[in-house]
């Protein structure tokens, strides 16, 4: 017996369908992308005043229902007016950027990146120099950026080592590296709250497991104890790595086939919008 589908589905059916998927695919990539920005606050109370709105019109509350959208007809407005230096640069990052992505020349310097972390990591390693060094990926690490000094520098391990030798003045806190570019030095970062975290590890594991319970960045640990390398990535802690396999690490989630490595045009509008203002 043969299944006759188009009684099952009618064409507005499955445009109903795809339409839903569709609307929700955009705001979970709206999601990943301003996780851990300060975007995510807007977000937050935009959320809220429309929750508002529908539950008061839901019930019968004018009253609220009406000031709600008062809030919303200003609330745009007064967006636009305060977020405009933001929203100017996103859309100038916007023009700035290819439609065809900077792939090619972002993989180079992705590899030249990662020899830098590994000349780096080892030299510190085997000298027992504490260092901690994130890389952001998709999340922002903005927030975590400004709480360092900027320096908006080159990555080179020499570079890297310097600012970890004991008892100078960026030694203390996390590297922040965003765009293949180190952001910040001597960043705060936040401490997880996991109590099933091994007592033998400080907090410099602790910060760089915390960040990546808040994010999707990779975070680098040399321990001054031990010379121990670890990443930290996705709430894991992988410990004491061999060198082979901390650059395969490294290689796998930094380095991706140019494809994915494009920068889409939302991803450019957005890094614009949140980029904090380095002058
Ligand atoms: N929240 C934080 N953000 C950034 N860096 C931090 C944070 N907390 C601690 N650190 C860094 O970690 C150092 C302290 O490391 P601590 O000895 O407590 O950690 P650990 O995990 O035992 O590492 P190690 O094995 O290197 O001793 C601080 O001096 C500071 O540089």
Redesign the pocket.
């Known amino acids: 017996m043969s299944i006759d589908w188009s009684t099952v589905f009618t064409w507005h059916q499955l445009a109903n369908v795809i339409d839903v998927l569709v609307v929700w695919f955009c705001i979970y990539k709206l999601i990943l992308m301003v996780r851990g920005t300060k975007a995510v606050q807007l977000l937050r109370g935009i959320v809220i005043i429309l929750v508002i709105k529908i539950i008061s019109e839901y019930v019968g509350l004018q009253t609220i229902a009406w000031i709600m959208d008062r809030v919303i007809q200003w609330g745009v407005l007064a967006t636009i007016i305060i977020f405009q230096p933001e929203l100017r640069r996103g859309l100038e990052h916007l023009g700035r950027g290819s439609l065809f992505g900077k792939a090619k020349r972002e993989t180079n310097q992705t590899v030249k990146m990662i020899d830098g972390l590994d000349k780096a990591v080892q030299y510190m390693a085997k000298r027992?120099i504490?260092?901690?060094i994130s890389i952001e990926k998709e999340t922002r690490l903005d927030e975590?950026i400004a709480?360092g000094i900027p320096l908006d520098a080159d990555i080179s391990g020499e570079l890297l080592i310097n600012i970890f030798i004991p008892n100078t003045p960026l030694?203390?806190?996390?590297v922040l590296i965003k765009q293949n570019k180190i952001a910040a030095a001597?960043?705060?970062?936040?401490?997880s709250e996991n109590p099933f975290i091994s007592k033998?590890?400080?907090?410099?594991?602790?910060?760089?497991i915390?960040?990546s319970e808040v994010s999707d960045a990779l975070t680098i640990?040399?321990?001054?104890?031990?010379g121990?390398v670890s990443i930290a990535q996705n709430s894991e802690l992988m410990r004491d790595l061999t060198h082979e396999n901390f650059v395969k690490v490294l290689e796998q989630q930094l380095v991706t086939p140019d494809s994915k490595k494009k920068p889409n045009m939302i991803q450019e509008f957005i890094s614009g919008i949140t980029r904090r203002d380095s002058k």
Do not use: K, N, Q
């Open positions: 027992r504490g260092a901690l975590y709480t030694h203390d806190g996390a001597a960043g705060y970062l936040p401490l033998e590890l400080g907090t410099r594991h602790r910060a760089a915390g960040l640990i040399v321990s001054e104890e031990t121990e």
